[in-house]
């Protein structure tokens, strides 16, 4: 699974370097704004379809807009996705003390 994930951040490197996409390079946290609330949508639409190939299809697309928008944070030096998936795992972590911790639920 890391390679998958290591080749599509690979990718997104590739299409924002110099010789990668024009486009790609151009856009901003704002500018890829709508098309990220439109693949929200269309997964929120395979999601009750109860369509799995769609949703597979939906979740990549909004996997690759995370991807996407953490690049661009670390080409601008605030953040990397690597800082993306830390932040996450700690706060699953921190809000799950009933399986990652000693606290104990009685329910």
């Known amino acids: ?6 080749r599509l951040l690979n990718i997104m490197q590739t299409l924002l370097s110099e010789n990668g996409c024009p486009w790609d390079r151009e856009q901003t946290h704002t500018s890829l704004l709508p098309y990220m609330i439109e693949e929200t949508y269309e997964f929120v639409e395979a999601a009750e379809e109860d369509n799995a190939q769609k949703m597979k299809e939906e979740l990549g697309d909004l996997l690759l807009h995370i991807v996407f928008q953490s690049a661009i944070a670390e080409r601008e030096n605030r953040f990397s996705m690597e800082d993306v998936a830390h932040t996450v795992s700690e706060k699953m972590t921190r809000r799950h003390p009933h399986v990652f911790g000693d606290q104990k639920l009685a329910t």
Not at 1 to 6: C, L, P, V
């Open 1 to 6: 699974m890391m390679q998958k994930i290591q």
